[in-house]
């Protein structure tokens, strides 16, 4: 009997010991796909997103019943700009672990950046207080509700944390949330802080500038890099940021002297290619600008914030047919965005696709009726139908009780009657638009156009005269400057400028 009281207790022991073995195994194994998940996390952060895409998507198909990759993979898909399929994902990862918070704060910011606004703030609300693990996840929550616009939970949400990640992790949010709701004390105390750290925490300077950035405060933003950025700095994002500031305020030299030590070190960055064409743009070379900026998209063609910008520079550039195509791909992302919409309409605008331009323009300010620039677009959509003219008064006197201050609406409002002979109309919107902007190169030459017409030759030739310095190239405007010197007499400023109207309408050849 005690021989086999021995056998059982040995056979215990070795039970035991394989019970041991195989606890130790499957722990190694999560582990490690632990520490291949933080890993992956990591590069994510970091911006590697093409180049950490192979290995999370051979992870989630090697682990299909792991949350955890699923919710990566759903913010992988988030920083892309793929909206739809980080939504999928999320709620694929909730379905396998229904309180796995990193899926329902990547979740909520897909619903806000495809304008899902209740449904964001349904998600991030589904948390609750005894979810939370750590401090690192309650600053993520945090951070989240100041991106949706709930800047009240965010502030309560990170007052919980320790003093020590309040007044440093957490600097850019709080920054971000005091901007938001006008506490102008309590920002500048954390401008104070962030100078503070500036150099021993380059990290937190950079993100708190990135705020500044966002909320326009450009000579801020120059202060507080120019603590980080010394002469042998080589921290590439610190000087793109400090490069677009630069460029805000209209200093072109300086800036472009951080572009070229950025691309000393980095010389294929989306960023620097963004910011060159930028630069370009802000100088008024609109061709150069939209070359660099296919180049940036080229490394980033996902990139809402540059294909919106692309839009823009094309039609700037005279060539609606491709602000049209880019425009048609913004909303391809997401069908919803508002501002999506506008650009379509806007380019289709250009492009003389007149109905398309009114159904888009009409849709877009059903969401933002209050909107000034689509209101003008759609009434020069109207104003461009010869059977619309009414509906094109009437969308363009809307757009003036939106905004008084609104000159283009005037404008535009005074071509409506002016291409109908109605001149004591034209004229009162004509010099109600050059009252509010006295620069207004094609009100001037309208104006004077029409004082000319009535009669009024004194009232008309500062006015013409102003309008050809403001636009030296505006062929119309020596068409009717050279008219009104011959009506007064002056013949020889007449004959000079109905020559210099005749070589700015001769077609430029190809090479010249």
Not at 159 to 182: Q, T
Not at 346 to 371: F, G, I, M, W
Request: glycine share 4%; charged share 25%.
């Amino acid at each position: 009997m005690q021989k086999f009281q021995i056998k059982l207790i040995h056979g215990a022991e070795t039970w035991l010991i394989i019970f041991c073995f195989v606890f130790a195994v499957s722990g190694q194994k999560i582990s490690s796909d632990k520490i291949a998940l933080e890993g992956l996390e990591r590069r994510i952060e970091d911006g590697k997103l093409a180049e950490v895409e192979k290995d999370l998507f051979d992870f989630v198909i090697a682990h299909p019943k792991d949350a955890n990759g699923f919710a990566l993979m759903a913010r992988l898909r988030l920083k892309q700009n793929r909206l739809n399929e980080s939504k999928s994902l999320s709620n694929k990862a909730l379905s396998l672990e229904p309180t796995l918070i990193r899926a329902k704060l990547s979740l909520s910011l897909a619903h806000f950046q495809l304008n899902e606004i209740q449904e964001s703030r349904d998600v991030l609300s589904s948390i609750s207080e005894n979810e939370i693990p750590d401090n690192s996840t309650r600053l993520n929550i945090a951070e989240a509700f100041a991106v949706i616009g709930d800047c009240q939970r965010a502030l309560k949400t990170v007052e919980a944390l320790p003093l020590r990640i309040r007044d440093r992790e957490a600097l850019p949010m709080r920054a971000g949330c005091f901007l938001k709701l006008n506490d102008t004390n309590n920002f500048n105390q954390l401008i104070s802080i962030t100078k503070s750290l500036a150099k021993q925490n380059p990290r937190i300077a950079i993100r708190f500038a990135k705020i500044l950035s966002k909320g326009a405060l450009h000579k801020e933003v120059v202060e507080l890099l120019r603590l980080v950025v010394v002469p042998s700095s080589k921290n590439v994002e610190a000087l793109l940021l400090l490069a677009k500031s630069e460029i805000r305020l209209k200093n072109f030299q300086i800036a472009k002297s951080y572009l070229a030590r950025a691309e000393k070190i980095q010389p294929t960055s989306s960023e620097l290619f963004f910011l060159k064409s930028f630069l370009e743009s802000e100088q008024g070379n609109s061709v150069r600008s939209l070359e660099l900026l296919e180049k940036s998209l080229e490394l980033d063609p996902r990139n809402t914030e540059k294909l919106m910008q692309l839009v823009v520079s094309a039609m700037r550039a005279n060539q609606p047919d491709k602000a049209v195509r880019v425009a048609e791909i913004l909303t391809n992302l997401e069908p919803q965005n508002p501002e999506f919409l506008y650009l379509l309409g806007a380019a289709s605008l250009q492009n003389n696709n007149l109905e398309k331009a009114e159904s888009l323009l009409t849709k877009y300010l059903e969401s933002r009726p209050t909107d000034s620039r689509g209101c003008l677009a759609l009434g020069v959509t109207f104003a461009g139908q010869a059977d619309k003219l009414a509906d094109a008064r009437q969308q363009l006197q809307h757009c003036l009780a939106i905004d008084p201050g609104n000159y283009e609406a005037a404008y535009q409002l005074g071509l409506t009657y002016k291409t109908q002979g109605e001149s004591e109309k034209a004229i009162e919107y004509f010099e109600r638009t050059v009252k509010l902007f006295p620069n207004h190169a094609s009100g001037l030459r309208d104006l004077g156009a029409m004082y000319m017409q009535t009669g009024a030759e004194e009232k008309a030739r500062p006015l013409l005269e102003q309008a050809v310095l403001l636009n030296p190239n505006d062929a119309d405007a020596h068409f009717q400057l050279s008219r009104l010197y011959n009506i007064i007499g002056e013949h020889e400023l007449g004959k000079k400028h109905l020559q210099i109207f005749q070589k700015l309408k001769t077609p430029k050849k190809d090479g010249m």
